[in-house]
């Protein structure tokens, strides 16, 4: 099937495919789904786009624009599940709320604030749907928000500008906050900064939305990495870094009493020998806690590792293309069951199928094509 959008015109072909026979699905998500997907409205893309998604099936039905704003790059749904928030990368930032129509998929604009720097890049959520992350990849920085009970964002409770630089000249002159990951306690605010070549940990206070620097502030990882994003395994006991410079994932051991990372293991997301472009962008782990995931825009792949179970150290299993150009961000339906790929320069979203057991990915045969996909989240459909 492919569903091609141009601007607010949406084309469809052909039917699409079902799961394999016996395939089981991974999580315990059941109904159908809106699958939202941010883009760069440089070109012909308006704003935030919308599928219904029907995991028992495969099957996705557009629903046209969603909602038109600038350069929504990243997304985040908020654990009720009614509002999601957008990183809207400009040069002077803000990040959108959003109220969610779980009917028609329409996203209704409650408000935006200042991100409080340039170019933010990444948005997260608090467990507790009180607090709004923000990492600001231009200047630096990271930002706290508080989240109103109509789901709309305050000004900014906390904020932190980053200083340094590391080994690059040309990509690490400076501090590039690129991610603010929430530990699944909520306690630990992470953020993976590129420029620094570390991740940085901040304690949050619950009730204020402040946060004060960790002990240690921050953990350092191999030199010219370029940290970007980070993922959390099932039970919380393990984290995994993806930088983006070397194309590595890091497997830390997490302490949540104190917040630190250990290291445990370095892993190649790209093949021995590899001499293309590394440029790591997006990292996940499966709903089962059995696989990671992590791609690479230089080659157009994502490299599949099994997770042990007891270690939280990782084993190659496959690496596959995107069947597109420049995959800066994937995601893994609830179900577990499906891994849809952004590739953003060819301009589609293309599904593959889940093995349950070996976490391999085959192309589920549905193609959604739209200007510059950046970002894909759920929000269950009524």
Not at 65 to 70: G, V
Request: with cysteine.
């Amino acid at each position: 099937m492919k569903i091609k959008t141009v601007g607010a015109l949406i084309l469809f072909a052909a039917s699409c495919v079902p799961l394999l026979s016996g395939q089981q699905n991974a999580g315990t998500a059941k109904g159908d789904w809106i699958a939202f997907i941010g883009t760069y409205t440089r070109t012909t893309s308006k704003g935030i786009y919308a599928w219904r998604f029907q995991p028992a099936t495969g099957k996705l039905t557009s629903l046209g624009l969603a909602a038109e704003t600038s350069n929504p790059t990243f997304l985040a749904v908020a654990p009720n599940q009614r509002f999601l928030y957008a990183a809207n990368e400009d040069k002077v930032g803000t990040i959108s709320a959003f109220a969610i129509d779980a009917a028609n998929g329409q996203l209704k604009l409650l408000n935006s604030v200042p991100s409080r720097g340039s170019g933010p890049c990444h948005v997260a959520v608090a467990p507790s749907g009180k607090w709004v992350f923000a990492a600001n990849y231009n200047s630096g920085s990271a930002a706290v928000f508080p989240v109103h009970e109509d789901g709309t964002l305050g000004e900014a409770t906390a904020f932190v500008q980053h200083a340094g630089s590391s080994v690059n000249a040309q990509r690490q002159s400076g501090p590039h906050a690129h991610s603010a990951n929430l530990s699944p306690d909520g306690r630990w605010l992470f953020v993976a900064d590129l420029g620094l070549d570390q991740i940085l940990t901040y304690r949050l206070d619950a009730v204020k939305g402040a946060i004060s620097a960790g002990d240690p502030p921050f953990t350092k990882i191999a030199p010219g990495s370029g940290p970007r994003h980070m993922a959390f395994g099932k039970d919380g006991r393990f984290a995994y870094a993806i930088s983006e410079m070397l194309s590595t994932v890091t497997v830390f051991r997490y302490d949540s009493a104190g917040g630190t990372l250990q290291e445990l293991q370095t892993a190649q997301v790209t093949p021995e020998g590899y001499t293309g472009q590394k440029s790591s962008a997006e990292i996940a782990v499966d709903p089962s806690g059995k696989f990671l995931y992590a791609s690479n825009r230089g080659d157009s792949t994502i490299a599949v590792f099994r997770i042990d179970g007891d270690k939280g150290t990782l084993t190659l299993v496959e690496r596959v293309s995107t069947q597109g150009k420049t995959p800066r961000n994937f995601a893994i339906d609830p179900s577990g069951a499906f891994l849809f790929a952004a590739n953003q320069d060819s301009g589609n979203v293309v599904e593959f199928k889940i093995d349950a057991a070996t976490g391999r990915l085959t192309p589920a045969g549905n193609v959604l094509e739209l200007g510059s996909p950046v970002c894909v989240v759920f929000a269950p459909a009524r």
